[in-house]
């Protein structure tokens, strides 16, 4: 396990073994052996301009910290999946560029060994028109963004999306733990979950074909207050404040699981995604007040949301993606590494995608992946205006994010991998 990751276990947590991350042994394959770059994947191409969609509600007004969906709400009331005029088979341009998009998602071999020696190579989807040399999203195009719905290939394309990329991450952490290679999914993700207890200090309801869901576990208050996630003061739980009401529950659950539903029927491999590596999503309230959802490193696989009355299934659903494109980042990061040197991250300042402000260089490039995410979701869901409010700023972010690590060298050489796949993918997409 990187080190990085170590420290923000052991910093987190009270009575975690260091000597049990001595056990994790994935530094060995890093260096002297990187596979060639692997075949372009000989994948089918498919359009699917599906028109029938369902309808969702408008995305309405967050007060949080970290997102500002000021003047969103009123745009999109009534907002729904529609038909597009002008069908793509008209435009061979338009046709170019989907199966150009199609053609750059590499295969994944399932040898663990064979896969994380290729994740740099898994990460490449560098393209001749996509500024080679600088690294820079610069393009001609203004693309509409709504095209980049009428196909699932930019959904396909985007590794934290991707089932496989995420089952073989959880796969490598597991044989990490326990020298022992785990074929079926559902038993890997009970295993992982199982091996983490003891790392994280947090015992995580779990199942291995679905997302639990949880309104009153007290080990999970326990670890979401150690974990520094949702700090409570000892008189907010006293009372009980920071759990909601039985038909609070009931409102939350049917939004929850309105919201899964849409993720499923947009994209069923980012739902299947998420069923593997998320144990479960901790519905309690913010003593502060001041966010709305959130994840950690050392509290992997756990997603916390404080949904409010006004939230919608469109809102429920983009906080889900958010924090899972967090999650997915987290498994990366723990089995390959991302950082040389974590305790130089403040002193490498990023404008962030999403919150507007100077941030240390980890949260900006969590920030930049979770924008072109979310651009993607929305694109394919139908949510446009939002999906642009988030474009505005992502390709400057992601400039910044390069030209940061040119001057301090703040990545190392699978961080660097994952940035010029996050640059490459905006080129792609024309963003």
């Known amino acids: ?59 309405t007004e967050d007060r949080s910290a970290a997102l500002n969906f000021a003047g969103v709400a009123d745009t999109l009331q009534g907002a729904a999946v529609r038909k597009r005029d002008n069908p793509i088979e008209e435009s061979p341009d338009v046709l170019a560029w989907f199966h150009e998009t199609s053609d750059r998602r590499q295969k994944l071999s399932k040898d663990i060994d064979s896969f994380f020696k290729s994740w740099n190579d898994v990460l490449n989807i560098s393209s001749s028109g996509c500024g080679e040399t600088t690294k820079v999203p610069m393009s001609t195009h203004n693309a509409d963004l709504s095209l980049l719905g009428m196909t699932p290939v930019f959904m396909d394309l985007f590794w934290p999306f991707r089932f496989d990329v995420n089952v073989m991450n959880q796969r490598l952490a597991v044989y990490d733990l326990t020298k022992k290679i785990i074929t079926d999914n559902e038993t890997l993700k009970e295993h992982f979950f199982e091996e983490l207890q003891d790392l994280q200090g947090m015992r ?73 590596m998320i144990s479960s999503i901790a519905f309690f309230k913010d003593d502060s007040d001041l966010y709305r959802s959130g994840s950690i490193t050392s509290a992997l696989g756990l997603v916390w949301l404080d949904p409010r009355q006004e939230w919608t299934v469109p809102l429920m659903a983009e ?37 507007h402000v100077p941030r240390n260089y980890d949260k900006s490039l969590h920030a930049a992946y979770v924008s072109a995410g979310l651009i993607t979701f929305h694109t394919r869901v139908g949510l446009f205006e939002r999906a642009a409010q988030l474009a505005k700023t992502l390709p400057g972010a992601v400039q ?21 796949f996050l640059t490459d993918y905006i080129c792609l997409t024309r963003v």
Do not use: C
Request: proline letters at 3%.
């Open 319 to 355: 906080q889900i993606v958010h924090e899972f494109i967090h999650t997915s980042l987290y498994y990366a990061e723990l089995v390959h590494g991302t950082y040389r040197d974590v305790s130089r991250l403040p002193e490498a300042q990023v404008m962030s995608a999403i919150r």
């Open 1 to 59: 396990m990187k080190e990085y990751f170590k420290n923000y276990m052991v910093g987190n947590f009270k009575g975690v073994h260091e000597k049990q991350f001595d056990t994790l042994k994935i530094s060995k394959w890093i260096g002297k052996d990187v596979s060639k770059r692997a075949q372009l994947a000989a994948q089918e191409f498919l359009i699917n301009a599906d028109p029938n969609l369902v309808p969702v509600e408008s995305l």
């Open 204 to 276: 995580l309801p779990v199942r291995g074909n679905q997302i639990r869901f949880s309104f009153g576990d007290e080990d999970v208050v326990d670890g979401l207050n150690r974990s520094r996630l949702v700090p409570h003061s000892k008189s907010y739980m006293k009372a009980g404040k920071h759990l909601f009401t039985k038909d609070e529950q009931e409102k939350i659950l049917v939004l929850a699981n309105k919201a899964l539903d849409v993720i499923n029927k947009t994209h069923s491999e980012l739902y299947s995604a998420m069923v593997q």
């Open 400 to 420: 910044e994010l390069n030209r940061v690590n040119a001057e301090t060298d703040v990545l190392d050489e699978s961080g660097r991998a994952m940035l010029d």
